[in-house]
């Protein structure tokens, strides 16, 4: 498992961040040449109002998970069967004169102001991953790692101390620690053989890391509780722990360093602007959060760690 640098998501929300690139090319196609033309044919026309094929890709990206189990043929006539309702229902609501109705009005303004807010950031988030940016990030939290020990072990784990110790008196006569993990354990990585691959002291609840960090490679511990029940422990290595090649956590770091400049950007906005909040004292009443929405927040540096992929007990924090 990668835990340097935050694996979220970029903060904005994919269709609308989407929707603006499908709108200038909708804008843009009427004067490009019949080439650009064709690669985005008119797939469907409704009352004269046409849909192409970019169309079916924004709503794609905006619909999202419903999506994700369908075939790619079936996938593109849902799609495009949706937009040609969405196109017939709108028209009538038009006919109604919905959009001008109040609560119409509210929601679109929402929308329009949402949807500058991520097409900005996103801009921004852009501008900030240079290779430069993203080389000094991996190099900051390399210089955290590098040297931190790590253990390589395998635990099995049972509900009682009475089945720890039946455990434990199996593996002193000789039973595979790994295949009694398989029989035995009730941790989900049971199945390969009770590993948990290589950790670091403060991936584990502290009765498991004690343990597991005091003991020789090769030794089994005594049973060890911990919340989630009774635990035998075999360490198979010891090593001190390397930062991962760049590479590997590229995306990681780009990601994070999308995150911090949003988170900044918004910050530093929110600074040079007068807030009001009518729901709070006079004494608090400028002092504001972001927004949840935004999805700006950014993981200071000195919080991130890198490990090579590994895979975690349940006593995990």
Partial sequence: MISTFPETKTGLRRGLAAAVTGCVALLLFGGMPLLAQEANPVLAKVNGAEIRQSDVALAEEELGPSLAQMDPATKKDNVLAFLIDMKIVAKAAEDKKVENSEEFKRRLAFTRNRLLMDSLLANEGKAATTDDAMKKVYEEASKQIVGEQEVHARHILVETEDEAKAVEDELKKGADFAELAKKKSKDPGASDGGDLGF???????????????????????????????????????????KAPDF?????????????????????????????????????????????????????????????????????KK
């Fill in 199 to 241: 950790f670091t002291k403060e991936q584990m609840v502290p009765e498991f890391s004690t343990v597991a960090f005091a003991l020789e490679p090769g030794k089994i511990s005594d049973p060890v509780k911990s919340q989630f029940g009774w635990h035998i422990i075999k360490v198979e290595e010891k090593r001190n722990r």
């Fill in 247 to 315: 590479e590997q956590v590229k995306s990681q770091i780009e990601t994070y360093v999308t995150r911090k400049a949003q988170a900044d950007y918004v910050a530093k906005l929110r600074e040079a602007a007068k807030v009001e909040r009518m729901d709070q004292p006079a004494a608090t009443a400028t002092k504001t959060e972001a927004p949840a929405g935004t999805k700006a927040e950014a993981t200071k540096p000195a919080d991130s760690k890198m490990a090579p992929d590994s895979k975690m007990a349940p006593a």
